[in-house]
């Protein structure tokens, strides 16, 4: 016997940490050159770490004998101490799922997108859980649960492949809506029927509607816990802004001591990710302890948060060096816990129904619904094959139910099929995509005929594409620039249908005066600065009648400000916009027409000419 497989079989105390750290690096490892296998293939990176866990998991390892004797030794119980992260994760997965619930992001889905999404959620859950009920000879409830494990999307492949297309409009806002609305109906019904489940196996649980009374007080308790991790964070968290001027702190006394002592700015940090992440822990693992659906404790945390506290909560979750980490660990142990074993027979041949009635149901269910709306056809060409992928949180459902119901067999459908899902998927994502770019350039290329020149008319109509009158302030009243940027600022959340946290903007533009001025001389100021909580840029043009100190280098009073927030995701956008804007606002002769406009119509007005006609403005500053 080899000393790995020695030290895999032995339960002698002092090992056990050698084991565990053994197990810890080789799933570490084996993920992380997986991933990069794959991202060299160009292929999910995701499927890759999925495979590469799988590949050093107990059940692989005792398949081929490196592991010899039966499942149960130290390799495998130090694996599975592993587990819990893959449920703390979820949790601050489902948290983050709060974000989109923002009351003006829901606002915005819109009929279309609402209506598209139910149709293909609903023909996908009714294909899947009836495939397993007439055909695969599952239980009622377990059909049910599998279909609705079927309605999740995972978008990060998806956005990521429309960022590096350059994909913006229609189709990308509707693929947005979408998969929020996918995400938040497949947990709540996974969690509703996984308490049914669970209810069911519990002796004289009785049946019928006696079973729904004792969930939905099971559903009652995880609300309330989730009300309290919220009220948790927004003590621990302040919500108060930073000053745009430099000075002290100032700590107020009215707060209490333990709010002196513990809170944090909520400015993006990893300080703010370590509050988040160990108080809700703390409440789901109370929840998940008592048999509560602990996705719905977090996603409704998540709401009252989006809705009632700091926005920058949610961008600590989103940190870059942070985020990766996270996600190569939770998708290490998910690709570990596939047991290869039950991959052959009857089980192989339900994971092959699950890929084909999910593709069925996405594909005709979203095809059906841009029918019944009306969608323009080139969305309705391209919207099916965007909602294929799938990943994290259908994985680790289906890890959580074949735990809390010992049902091994669910994980052995689900997860071979989201690596079907990950590659097949993620290749026609790329396909509808390429397809749906090249329209849109060749609409672009036949539109742009005819244009007189590139440059001054090209920035003046990047510009245009994001701001009309009312993202227009005529006749500013603010004495400083910390005033001036504060009712820009919130003119800019009046005017868009994006949900803007205040306090975060104003702490971030006041942060970026403090490093250097966005004065640029000649009378014109650019604050700007990017936001994680956006999903498009926003831009807001203010006139002050007799101008604001700004700190510009030449001192002269700026009365043209521009206002830019972008995304922080996309840094690309943010620099293409103030070049843009410098290319514009440089130009005198536009410059002089925008301070004098007397209202936002004229101002829109001097811009269409620019964008035009721009011979009619070529004097520009040296």
């Given at each position: 016997?080899?000393?790995f ?6 339960s ?67 694996l ?27 606002k ?29 000879g ?39 809506s ?15 029927l ?10 004289g ?29 927004r003590l ?73 506290h ?16 996270l996600?190569?660990?939770f ?16 089980l ?13 149901g ?14 323009e ?65 060749g609409?672009e ?121 972008t ?15 410098a ?40």
């Amino acid at each position: 016997m080899s000393e790995f497989a020695f030290i895999a079989t032995t339960s002698v105390p002092g090992r056990e940490v050698a084991v565990q750290m053994i197990a810890l690096g080789l799933i570490i490892l084996a993920a992380h050159l997986g991933g990069k296998l794959f991202t060299r293939m160009r292929l999910s990176q995701v499927t890759g770490q999925l495979i590469g866990g799988a590949l050093v998991g107990p059940y692989a390892l005792h398949l081929v004998g490196i592991i010899p004797g039966p499942a149960g030794g130290a390799y495998d119980n130090a694996l599975h101490a592993f587990h819990f992260f893959i449920f703390v994760f979820l949790s601050v997965v489902a948290f983050g799922i709060g974000e989109e619930l923002h009351l003006s992001r829901i606002k915005r889905v819109g009929r279309s997108a609402l209506i598209i999404c139910l149709i293909q959620a609903g023909m996908t859950w009714v294909f899947i859980s009836s495939a397993f009920y007439f055909i695969g000879g599952l239980g009622f409830v377990d059909a049910l649960l599998i279909g609705s494990i079927g309605i999740a999307t995972a978008p990060a492949v998806t956005f990521v492949l429309m960022n590096q297309l350059r994909i913006e409009g229609r189709l990308r806002h509707i693929l947005g809506s979408m998969v929020v609305l996918d995400d938040l109906i497949e947990v709540i019904i996974f969690s509703c029927l996984l308490q049914i489940s669970l209810r069911q196996l519990h002796p004289g649980a009785g049946g019928g509607l006696s079973v729904f009374f004792p969930v939905a007080k099971e559903i009652v308790l995880a609300l309330l816990v989730g009300g309290l991790i919220f009220f948790i964070l927004r003590l621990l968290v302040r919500r108060r802004a930073l000053s745009l001027e430099v000075e002290h702190e100032r700590i107020h006394q009215d707060e209490g001591f333990l709010q002196r002592v513990l809170a944090e700015h909520p400015s993006p940090s990893a300080e703010i990710f370590l509050v988040v992440m160990g108080i809700v822990s703390l409440g789901t693992g109370f929840v998940y302890y008592h048999h509560w659906p602990f996705l719905v404790t977090a996603i409704f945390a998540g709401f009252l948060v989006a809705n009632f506290h700091s926005h920058a909560i949610f961008d600590s979750l989103k940190i870059e060096n942070i985020t990766p980490i996270l996600n190569l660990g939770f998708f290490a142990l998910v690709g570990a816990s596939i047991d290869l074993s039950l991959l052959s027979g009857s089980l192989a041949w339900m994971a092959g129904m699950y890929v084909a009635t999910r593709m069925a149901g996405k594909f005709f269910g979203t095809w059906l619904g841009c029918r019944i709306v009306k969608e323009e056809r080139k969305v309705t060409a391209c919207l099916p094959s965007l909602m294929l992928p799938q990943a994290g949180v259908a994985a680790v459902e289906a890890v959580y139910a074949g735990a809390v119901l010992g049902r091994p067999d669910i994980v052995a459908i689900i997860l071979p099929a989201i690596v079907f899902f990950e590659i097949v998927g993620v290749f026609l994502v790329d396909r509808g995509l390429r397809r749906w770019r090249s329209w849109v350039a060749g609409e672009e290329e036949e539109m742009s005929r005819g244009t007189p020149r590139a440059g001054l008319s090209e920035s003046a109509r990047r510009l245009l594409g994001y701001i009309s009158e009312d993202f227009v302030k005529i006749g500013l009243r603010g004495k400083t620039k910390k005033d001036v940027i504060k009712e820009l600022v919130y003119h800019a959340s009046s005017a868009t249908e994006q949900h803007i946290d205040l306090p975060q903007a104003m702490q971030v533009l006041g942060e970026r005066e403090q490093l250097h001025s966005t004065g640029m001389g000649h009378g014109v100021a650019m604050p700007h600065c990017r936001l994680m909580g956006l999903d498009t840029p926003v831009l807001v043009f203010g006139v002050h009648p007799e101008g604001v100190d700004f700190d510009s280098p030449d001192y002269i009073p700026c009365r043209v400000i521009l206002l830019i927030l972008t995304c922080a995701r996309n840094p690309t956008e943010h620099l293409q916009l103030l070049s843009s804007a410098a290319h514009v606002l440089g130009n005198r002769q536009i410059r002089d027409r925008l301070r004098d406009a007397r209202n936002p119509r004229e101002f829109i007005q001097v811009m269409r000419e620019a964008a035009e006609d721009p011979e009619r403005v070529d004097s520009r500053d040296k």
